[in-house]
T-cell receptor
Framework: QKEVEQNSGPLSVPEGAIASLNCTYSDRGSQSFFWYRQYSGKSPELIMFIYSNGDKEDGRFTAQLNKASQYVSLLIRDSQPSDSATYLCAVNRENTGNQFYFGTGTSLTVIP | GAVVSQHPSWVICKSGTSVKIECRSLDFQATTMFWYRQFPKQSLMLMATSNEGSKATYEQGVEKDKFLINHASLTLSTLTVTSAHPEDSSFYIC???????????????FGPGTRLLVL
């Protein structure tokens, strides 16, 4: 079982819709969760992180964490064509020598 | 804040030569830096974890004698691809950990990457 799993997609949504990206992780000891966006040909950039159960909002982005279900999601409201990218979920476990575990990413296309 | 730079952004070299890539954290100190490789349309592959003042930890299957990593200061790590071959052509990306090293709050910030083409 992989540490972090994401649906590779592609996920297509119309402009203005809500895009929902999901991620599951295997280790209950995981404590911090990150979402990165990677445009084609570019390096990943951090969108947001979440540590506690519940929702965390930042502009059009909302991260949702459910540790009991080992599930973290990213919602993008009012999706724009510029949101078209691959979204990487990453999980960090304390005291594991800085181990970050990345999912393989979900490709999102926002259709104008 | 949390800016990471890489140099060079592009490098083309002949087979058999060595190439050095620099990764710098510009506005924070990073006890830990990470080196990744990414082939087209594939996911990130962690090559090694670089800790300031100590030897790097390499992932399984990554040749430490071929990919030399030096983390000489809290703001600089270098990756040297020795005796490069065409199969080493890839997108090399570094990241730096901001925050208390090893703590769950530590966050990775990525550099812009270096494209290596070995002829």
């Amino acid at each position: 079982q992989k540490e972090v799993e994401q649906n590779s997609g592609p996920l297509s949504v119309p402009e203005g819709a809500i895009a929902s990206l999901n991620c599951t992780y295997s280790d209950r000891g995981s404590q911090s969760f990150f979402w990165y966006r990677q445009y084609s040909g570019k390096s990943p950039e951090l969108i947001m992180f979440i540590y506690s159960n519940g929702d965390k909002e930042d502009g059009r982005f909302t991260a949702q964490l459910n540790k009991a279900s080992q599930y973290v999601s990213l919602l993008i409201r009012d999706s724009q064509p510029s949101d078209s990218a691959t979204y990487l979920c990453a999980v960090n476990r304390e005291n594991t020598g800085n181990q970050f575990y990345f999912g393989t990413g979900t490709s999102l296309t926002v259709i104008p | 804040g949390a800016v990471v730079s890489q140099h060079p952004s592009w490098v083309i070299c002949k087979s058999g030569t060595s190439v050095k890539i620099e990764c710098r954290s510009l506005d924070f100190q990073a006890t830990t830096m990470f080196w990744y490789r990414q082939f087209p349309k594939q996911s990130l592959m962690l090559m090694a974890t670089s800790n300031e003042g100590s030897k790097a930890t390499y992932e399984q299957g990554v040749e430490k004698d071929k990919f030399l990593i030096n983390h000489a200061s809290l703001t600089l790590s270098t990756l040297t691809v020795t005796s490069a071959h065409p199969e080493d052509s890839s997108f090399y990306i570094c990241s730096a950990g901001e925050g208390l090293a090893g703590a769950f709050q530590e966050t990775q910030y990525f550099g812009p990457g270096t494209r290596l083409l070995v002829l």
